[in-house]
């Protein structure tokens, strides 16, 4: 698929180009040419709690964790930006270049788990921002609260683009054998010229396609979120997709479409035109399509999915994929039984 050239003064490395007005602010700060070098500042914040209760009906889990608030990733289309007001902050090129750290994480996280009040539930690490940004290779927070989890023989599901989950493998290899994880790798197209595009510093396909191959080698069950789909741009790609990530190994596939919610919708319209401005007007209305004739959708059941013939395309291609390569391939459950043992190992004494 063949890309426009984006203008001189496109910001290279970064998926926003603009700082939209926090909503929570009466001004708004869009950098100076001077300041539009791609520079990440890295923030310590202090929670008081690691587990937010997750209430949305269309999330599999019920609790999530978020070991970093803002992604360098810098995902075009990605729902957390809006995440980032109530930290003070835009949801544009802020997102990306002020990463919020929590290094307390563990042992926040530990002094939750031995609550008497806490019953074992999975946990989805992270379902707002990625866990396996590129300072985690540094900081190693996310390892860190994956030795506490292993500790205390706690369920995790874990959800990523970065091929860096692979170094944390001996921990990953042994919550596996217990029932104790399940790895997601988002997969968002096969075409590494438009990844750079969406997703800037995120794996490259090639790395991610290796990711899901080494994890399965080693008995982590993996599930892959093709998502999200952008009718337009990748939505052709669907049986594709579901193929090669099934026969490197995954065992199930998933997928959202494409919800440009709250500033998420000015970011992605102000990219699209920019880098593909022939096809800009196209992919804005196939979006509106499948959303009642709004780039946004807020409404729980069907915000995930959208509605309309090319959504109910979509969903069809995606029941064809999993009749044609996951027939017969299951998730193992997650073992919940050892928790308790492992929270108070003296009553393994009775």
């Not at 008995?219 to 099934?246: C, F, K, R, W, Y």
């Not at 090319?310 to 969903?315: M, Q």
Request: glycine share 6%.
């Amino acid at each position: 698929m063949d890309f426009s050239e984006p203008n001189p003064m496109y910001i290279k490395g970064r998926g926003a180009q603009i700082n939209p007005a926090n909503r929570f602010h009466q001004h708004v700060h869009d950098p100076e040419p001077q300041e539009r070098a791609p520079r990440t500042q890295y923030i310590d914040v202090y929670p008081k709690s690691m587990l937010n209760r997750v209430t949305s009906p269309d999330i599999g889990m019920g609790w999530s964790m978020n070991p970093y608030q803002g992604c360098e990733h810098g995902c075009i289309y990605c729902y957390a930006r809006n995440t980032h007001n109530y930290w003070g902050y835009s949801a544009g090129l802020d997102f990306e270049q002020k990463i919020l750290v929590k290094k307390d994480a563990p042992k926040v996280l530990e002094a939750e788990l031995r609550k008497k009040s806490w019953k074992p539930e999975p946990i989805m690490l992270s379902g707002n921002t990625d866990c396996y940004q590129p300072v985690e290779r540094e900081l190693e927070i996310t390892r860190q609260v994956l030795e506490v989890l292993w500790k205390y023989r706690h369920p995790v599901g874990i959800i990523t683009k970065n091929s860096l989950i692979l170094r944390d493998l001996d921990i990953l290899r042994q919550m596996a054998e217990q029932r104790l994880v399940r790895a997601s790798i988002s997969l968002t197209t096969l075409d590494e010229n438009l990844r750079r595009l969406l997703e800037p510093r995120t794996a490259s396909v090639h790395s991610r396609l290796k990711t899901i191959q080494v994890l399965a080698e080693n008995g982590i069950p993996v599930n892959v979120m093709l998502a999200p789909v952008i009718p337009g741009l990748n939505d052709h790609e669907i049986l594709s997709m579901a193929e090669t990530v099934s026969r490197l190994g995954a065992l199930s596939v998933a997928y959202t479409m494409v919800r440009l919610n709250g500033d998420v919708a000015e970011i992605f319209e102000d990219w699209i035109r920019k880098n593909m401005p022939d096809r800009a007007e196209r992919v804005l209305n196939r979006i509106r399509d499948c959303h009642g004739g709004q780039l946004n959708d807020h409404r729980f059941g069907t915000r995930m999915r959208g509605e309309g013939k090319i959504a109910e395309i979509v969903a069809q291609q995606f029941k064809l994929a999993r009749q044609k390569y996951f027939q017969g391939k299951t998730k193992p459950d997650y073992n919940l039984e050892l928790f308790e043992k492992f929270r108070n190992p003296q009553l393994s004494l009775f």
